[in-house]
C-alpha cells in the first residue's frame, strides 16, 4: 500500500512536472512567436498603460493573435510590463518580445516633415497646420507672437528659418518644430559668418541672407 501510494504520488509529480514545463513552452512560443501584422503598422502606447491594457489594444488592433498565455507572459518575463508612451513602427516578423523592447526602450517613430526652399512663411504655417501627429500650439498666434516665441524680434519670419526636412515623433508641437528651423538657420549663418570675405560691406550675419545662397546643412 504504501509503495503504491509513493508510486501515485511520484506520477504525481512528474505529471505537474511535465505540465508546467509543456506550460512554460507555450509561454515561451507566445512571447518568442512573430505577431500577426503583414505590414509596417504604426502602434501608440497611452499614458498610463500597462502590460494587460496594452495586449488586450493589440490583439484589438489586430497586432497580435489573442492568447491564454498573454497573463503568464507577465510573470516569466516582468520586463514586458516596462513600458513608455509613445508612437512606435512595428514591423511583420518581429516577435512579441520584440515589439514590447522597442516600446520599453523608447525608440519612438521618427515622422518627417519637408520645407522647400523658396516658400513663405504662410505657407509653411499651411503646411503645419495640415500635418498628421503633431501639436498645433501656433495656429491662432500671430507671426510676431510665434517670433517672440522663438526668441526672436522681429515682426516678419520670412527668411528667417531654415527649410529643410525636419524629424519630430507624435505629440511633439508644431512650435519645437519652429525652434529648430530657427537654431538650423542660425547655426548656418554663423558657419557662413566665420567663413565670409572680410573684403564684403557687411557688419552682422543676418546680412549674409541677401549676399550669399542658403547654406546646405545635414537633416536634423
Same mark, same amino acid.
Given at each position: 500500500?504504501?509503495?503504491?501510494?509513493?508510486?501515485?504520488?511520484?506520477?504525481?509529480?512528474?505529471?505537474?512536472?511535465?505540465?508546467?514545463?509543456?506550460?512554460?513552452?507555450?509561454?515561451?512560443?507566445? @512571447? +518568442?512567436?512573430?505577431? !500577426?501584422?503583414?505590414?509596417?503598422? *504604426?502602434?501608440?502606447?497611452? /499614458?498610463?498603460?500597462?502590460?494587460?491594457? %496594452?495586449?488586450?489594444?493589440?490583439?484589438?488592433?489586430?497586432?497580435?493573435?489573442?492568447?491564454?498565455?498573454?497573463?503568464?507572459?507577465?510573470?516569466?518575463?516582468?520586463?514586458?510590463?516596462?513600458?513608455?508612451?509613445?508612437?512606435?513602427?512595428?514591423?511583420?516578423?518581429?516577435?512579441?518580445?520584440?515589439?514590447?523592447?522597442?516600446?520599453?526602450?523608447?525608440?519612438?517613430?521618427?515622422?518627417?516633415?519637408?520645407?522647400?526652399?523658396?516658400?513663405?512663411?504662410?505657407?509653411?504655417?499651411?503646411?503645419?497646420?495640415?500635418?498628421?501627429?503633431?501639436?498645433?500650439?501656433? @495656429? +491662432?498666434?500671430?507671426? !510676431?507672437?510665434?517670433?517672440?516665441? *522663438?526668441?526672436?524680434?522681429? /515682426?516678419?519670419?520670412?527668411?528667417?528659418? %531654415?527649410?529643410?526636412?525636419?524629424?519630430?515623433?507624435?505629440?511633439?508641437?508644431?512650435?519645437?518644430?519652429?525652434?529648430?528651423?530657427?537654431?538650423?538657420?542660425?547655426?548656418?549663418?554663423?558657419?557662413?559668418?566665420?567663413?565670409?570675405?572680410?573684403?564684403?560691406?557687411?557688419?552682422?550675419?543676418?546680412?549674409?541672407?541677401?549676399?550669399?545662397?542658403?547654406?546646405?546643412?545635414?537633416?536634423?
Amino acid at each position: 500500500m504504501i509503495k503504491k501510494l509513493a508510486l501515485i504520488v511520484l506520477f504525481l509529480a512528474l505529471a505537474a512536472e511535465g505540465a508546467a514545463y509543456w506550460g512554460f513552452t507555450q509561454i515561451e512560443d507566445y @512571447v +518568442n512567436g512573430d505577431i !500577426a501584422i503583414q505590414e509596417r503598422t *504604426l502602434v501608440t502606447v497611452p /499614458e498610463g498603460a500597462n502590460y494587460h491594457s %496594452l495586449t488586450r489594444q493589440l490583439v484589438s488592433d489586430g497586432v497580435i493573435e489573442p492568447s491564454q498565455w498573454a497573463r503568464w507572459a507577465a510573470k516569466t518575463h516582468p520586463e514586458l510590463t516596462r513600458l513608455k508612451a509613445g508612437t512606435f513602427e512595428v514591423e511583420p516578423g518581429m516577435t512579441l518580445a520584440g515589439l514590447f523592447a522597442l516600446i520599453r526602450e523608447g525608440k519612438e517613430h521618427q515622422f518627417a516633415i519637408t520645407f522647400v526652399e523658396g516658400s513663405t512663411f504662410k505657407e509653411w504655417r499651411e503646411q503645419l497646420a495640415e500635418t498628421d501627429n503633431l501639436k498645433h500650439e501656433t @495656429v +491662432n498666434l500671430t507671426e !510676431a507672437q510665434i517670433a517672440k516665441k *522663438l526668441g526672436l524680434d522681429n /515682426e516678419k519670419l520670412e527668411g528667417l528659418l %531654415l527649410p529643410e526636412t525636419y524629424h519630430y515623433v507624435a505629440g511633439e508641437s508644431d512650435l519645437s518644430v519652429l525652434k529648430r528651423a530657427s537654431r538650423q538657420l542660425q547655426a548656418s549663418l554663423n558657419q557662413a559668418w566665420e567663413s565670409r570675405d572680410q573684403s564684403l560691406p557687411i557688419d552682422s550675419p543676418y546680412e549674409l541672407l541677401t549676399l550669399a545662397p542658403s547654406s546646405k546643412k545635414k537633416r536634423p
